[in-house]
């Protein structure tokens, strides 16, 4: 009788208090819990990613030569790894301007995707709400000067169809597939993405030839609605030379 007494008089005080010990929590709570806490963990973070860049730009002048400056302040133990001081330089500027170009473009952007820089190699992770935020933040990504290639590992939080999703998986991983053992083609330059079966491109191009290969390619595919490049020539007077010691 007192043990039972005991239990209730504890479930009350539960109640009454509107807490739960970690042992009462179901896991469904627990996940719950778990994603709100990464996701403002991940709002922390971009917050602070801005604020640097302001305090870079400010400092810095707003000027290229400048922001690579304030970068290099930030670089100098990542330039004690076998990359060298130049790259780290480098590196840090390619981030810095990323960050910037998504802040541009949309807040939400900004603090949904993040990034990782090494060696000119972009890695682009997190999760977006719809399938053209996927496209615009790898765009913007090869828009920084100095990048070399994008990975995108960005995931969509919600999607309209699964099938359509599906779908537009095949079409990329065919034309993956296409580019890759064209020896005219060197695949590793392009990166790509579709979206309701329209194909994106971006990446560089060694020349014109070759980038009508890789359009060629992706409209032989079946259900392709239609093609649009973000490719840059290799010749392209917009590109900047990559970073050296």
């Known amino acids: 009788m007192a043990a039972s007494y005991r239990k209730r008089l504890a479930a009350r005080r539960v109640v009454l208090s509107g807490t739960r010990s970690p042992g009462q929590l179901g896991p469904r709570t627990i996940r719950k819990n778990t994603v709100i806490h990464n996701r403002q963990f ?22 290229a030569e400048g922001t ?14 076998e990359k060298g001081f130049g790259q780290s330089v480098s590196d840090t500027q390619i981030s810095l301007e990323i960050n910037y170009l998504w802040l541009e473009e949309s807040t939400e952007l900004f603090r949904e995707v993040g990034l990782e820089v090494e060696e000119g190699r972009v890695l682009l992770t997190g999760t977006v709400d719809q399938p053209e935020d996927r496209i615009t933040a ?5 828009q920084a000067e ?4 994008v990975i995108n590992e960005i995931e969509i939080d919600e999607t309209d169809s699964f099938s359509d999703l599906a779908r537009d998986g095949w079409i990329t991983a065919q034309l993956k597939t296409k580019i890759l053992f064209d020896l005219e083609i060197d695949a590793i330059n392009y990166s ?9 491109l971006m990446g560089v191009a060694e020349d014109r030839s070759e980038l009508e290969r890789v359009i060629g390619h992706a409209k032989n595919i079946d259900y392709v609605r239609r093609v649009v490049s973000y490719v840059r020539l290799k010749d392209d007077a917009a590109r900047a030379p990559a970073a050296t010691d």
């Not at 305090?55 to 002048?61: C, K, P, R």
């Not at 690579?68 to 790894?81: E, N, V």
Request: neutral net charge; hydrophobic residues 50%; aromatic residues 6%.
């Open 42 to 63: 991940r709002e922390i973070r971009r917050a602070a990613a801005a604020g640097l860049y302001v305090a870079l730009a400010v400092l810095a002048g707003c000027t």
């Open 146 to 149: 100095g990048v070399e290639e």
């Open 68 to 81: 690579a400056t304030g970068a290099g302040a930030s670089a100098i133990t990542a330039a004690q790894t």
């Open 192 to 200: 790509m993405d579709t979206v309701n079966q329209t194909v994106y």
């Open 138 to 142: 790898v765009r913007l990504a090869w």
